[in-house]
C-alpha cells in the first residue's frame, strides 16, 4: 500500500507530471504540508506566501476571495512557486456539467488553468466533470483531486458516496486525476496493482478542536500516521496565528515537522 512507501518511490508511479513535480517537493523539502491561504488580499495572500514558502510543498489557494485578484498577483505566485519550490493547488471545488467547468476552469477572470498545477472537484455530476476539466488541463500537465470526503460536521460525503468517488477516479485512469481530497485512506478496498492516489486532508489544527461553522480539526500525527494520509492541509493554524511575521513562519516549520515525524513514524523509521 502507498503508506509503507517512501513519497519519493512513489513519484515513479505517477505518469501526470504535477503529481510527479509534488511527490520530489515533498521529498527534498522534507514537507508533507499544505498551507491553505485564505486570506482576500493579494498583497496579503503574497506575505503569507513569503513567509511560509520554504517549509511547504503546496500552497492552497481559494482565488475568488481574492478582492484584487490580478494577471500581476498569478505572476507574482508563479514566480514565488518556482523560486521556493512548491505546488499551487486552486481549491475550486468544481461541481457542475463538463462543458460549464470546462469554461469555469480555463475562462472568466480567473483562468485557473492557466496557473493553477492542481485543482478538485466533487464527483457529485458523474464522471463528465472529469472528462470537461481533462479536456483543458491534460495538454498544460494540470492535476484533478476527487472530492472523496470532506472534513466538516455531518457532510454527505460518506459510505457509497465516498466508495464511488473512488470508483470514478480508477475509471478516469491517472493521467488527469491523482488522488483526493479525503480524511482517511479512501483508496485502500479495492486497490489496483501499481496504482497510486495522493490523499490530502484538509481540517488540520493543533489549537483548537472545529470552529464555529463545523470545521472539525485532528492534528498532523492523527492524519498522517493513525489516517495514513499524504498532505496536510491547514489554515487558519498557521496565518491566522497572533504574533506577528515571524510567528506565523515558526508555526508553518512547526507543523512541517510534525507532519513530517508521523509520515517517518508510518514507515517504521
Ligand atoms: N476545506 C476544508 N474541508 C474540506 C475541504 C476543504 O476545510 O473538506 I474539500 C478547505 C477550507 C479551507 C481550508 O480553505 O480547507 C481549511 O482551513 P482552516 O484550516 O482554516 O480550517
Request: contains cysteine; negative net charge.
Amino acid at each position: 500500500p502507498s503508506t509503507t512507501k517512501t513519497y519519493a518511490s512513489r513519484a515513479e508511479l505517477h505518469s501526470n507530471p504535477t503529481a510527479k513535480r509534488l511527490l520530489g517537493i515533498m521529498e527534498r523539502k522534507q514537507s508533507n504540508l499544505c498551507v491553505s491561504v485564505d486570506v482576500t488580499t493579494a498583497e496579503e495572500v503574497l506575505e503569507v506566501v513569503r513567509r511560509v514558502g520554504k517549509s511547504v510543498c503546496m500552497v492552497k489557494t481559494h482565488c475568488d476571495i481574492i478582492s484584487d485578484f490580478s494577471k500581476a498577483f498569478v505572476d507574482e505566485i508563479t514566480r514565488l512557486s518556482d523560486e521556493m519550490d512548491f505546488i499551487i493547488f486552486e481549491d475550486r471545488k468544481f461541481a457542475d456539467i463538463g462543458n460549464t467547468v470546462t469554461l469555469q476552469y480555463a475562462s472568466g477572470s480567473h483562468t485557473i488553468a492557466s496557473w493553477s498545477h492542481l485543482t478538485n472537484a466533487h464527483p457529485l455530476p458523474g464522471p463528465g466533470i472529469i472528462s470537461g476539466l481533462a479536456s483543458v488541463g491534460v495538454p498544460l500537465g494540470r492535476a484533478l483531486l476527487l472530492l472523496a470526503e470532506m472534513s466538516s460536521k455531518d457532510n454527505l460525503a460518506t459510505g457509497h458516496y465516498t466508495r464511488e468517488a473512488v470508483r470514478m477516479a480508477r475509471e478516469a485512469g491517472p493521467e488527469f486525476v491523482v488522488g483526493f481530497i479525503a480524511m482517511s485512506r479512501v483508496d485502500q478496498e479495492g486497490a489496483k496493482e501499481g496504482e497510486d492516489f495522493l490523499v490530502m486532508t484538509p481540517g488540520v489544527g493543533l489549537h483548537s478542536a472545529g470552529d464555529k461553522m463545523g470545521q472539525q480539526y485532528r492534528t498532523p500525527r492523527e492524519v498522517v500516521y493513525d489516517s495514513g494520509c499524504d498532505v496536510i492541509i491547514v489554515g487558519r493554524g498557521i496565518y491566522g496565528i497572533k504574533g506577528g511575521e515571524e510567528k506565523v513562519k515558526e508555526e508553518a516549520e512547526r507543523y512541517r515537522k510534525e507532519g513530517w515525524a508521523a509520515y517517518e513514524e508510518r514507515l517504521g523509521r
